[in-house]
């Protein structure tokens, strides 16, 4: 079911997400229903056009799907996507797709802003994902909707840009669309979920992990 507008606003405001859990297009479905994923089927954008770093035509591409909320995420992005970066993203050899996944409604939030703020530029998106990852304990508190305001305007956007933003109903659908199809056809669960050249990696992944999994790839 799709979450009112009313509902979004009063969870943003009050920090409480249990009253909307019946309403939440983010409760996830069972994996009973998903089928097989294969590699064509991570490779397709759904509803929103993919924000990725890197070549199309490099030999390896890793797809993350991650929630703006989930510590994990925040980890890796801090510790680990730095060093993906800088050996296989800026020596093109590795294309790196970030997609939502969010597990809450702040996170939904997150990605809409992150989405609002970049529009078409993939580097920009990823530079305001990595502002929400290092400053998540700060907006995921109890003045979520004030803190988003002050992170969109240092990205240039006015207070009322982001209000706009968070009331967003096609964007929030095609959000909840992407993770309802990454939940039942891509098995995705849980945050982080990778997928490197469509092989499933689940979890907070150690670059050391990472360099296993990729290095053989690039010399097929």
């Not at 993919?50 to 989930?70: F, H, Q």
Request: proline fraction near 4%; charged fraction near 25%; charge should be positive.
């Amino acid at each position: 079911m799709i979450i009112t507008r009313r509902a979004f606003t009063a969870a943003l405001s009050l920090g409480g997400l249990a009253a909307f859990a019946g309403l939440s297009p983010w409760r996830l479905i069972g994996e009973a229903m998903a089928q097989s994923a294969t590699a064509a089927d991570v490779a397709k954008p759904v509803s929103l056009p993919d924000m990725a770093l890197g070549p199309k035509t490099a030999a390896v591409t890793i797809t993350e799907y991650a929630s703006m909320t989930c510590p994990h995420c925040a980890r890796f992005a801090e510790n680990v996507f730095p060093k993906i970066k800088t050996e296989y993203i800026d020596t093109n050899k590795v294309r790196y797709v970030f997609r939502e996944f969010p597990l809450d409604i702040k996170a939904a939030a997150g990605s809409m802003l992150a989405r609002c703020i970049a529009k078409d530029d993939a580097g920009k998106y990823f530079a305001v994902i990595d502002t929400l990852f290092k400053s998540q304990d700060v907006w995921t508190g109890s003045k979520t909707t004030e803190s988003l305001k002050q992170i969109g305007k240092q990205a240039g956007l006015s207070g009322q840009e982001v209000e706009t933003c968070l009331k967003d109903q096609a964007l929030l659908d095609k959000i909840a669309a992407d993770q309802k199809y990454a939940n039942e056809v891509l098995k995705v669960n849980s945050t982080p979920t990778f997928f490197i050249n469509g092989d499933m990696v689940k979890g907070e992944t150690s670059f050391e992990e990472f360099k296993k999994k990729i290095d053989p790839l690039l010399k097929g």
